[in-house]
């Protein structure tokens, strides 16, 4: 899967520390560059820093997506 996949994005939304970080994880490993967006990044900031510095390329939002604004 990963030689063929290796140049799609994945976002998340909802991202918690739980299944959201967890499927974010099996996703990195597959070669994904990974957009995650969270009602709070306080939880997932220092998973999110680990990824970074093993060179996946990760973005890390804040927001509702609930909100229509």
Do not use: H, Y
């Not at 290796?6 to 967890?22: A, D, E, F, R, Y």
């Amino acid at each position: 899967m990963k030689n063929q996949l290796q140049k799609q994005t994945l976002w998340l939304l909802g991202c918690g520390p739980g299944i959201g970080m967890s499927v974010t994880s099996r996703f990195a490993a597959e070669g994904f560059a990974l957009g995650l967006i969270t009602l709070d990044a306080t939880p997932i900031e220092p998973r999110v820093q680990e990824l970074r510095a093993s060179g996946v390329k990760i973005e890390l939002c804040e927001g509702d997506i609930r909100d229509g604004a």
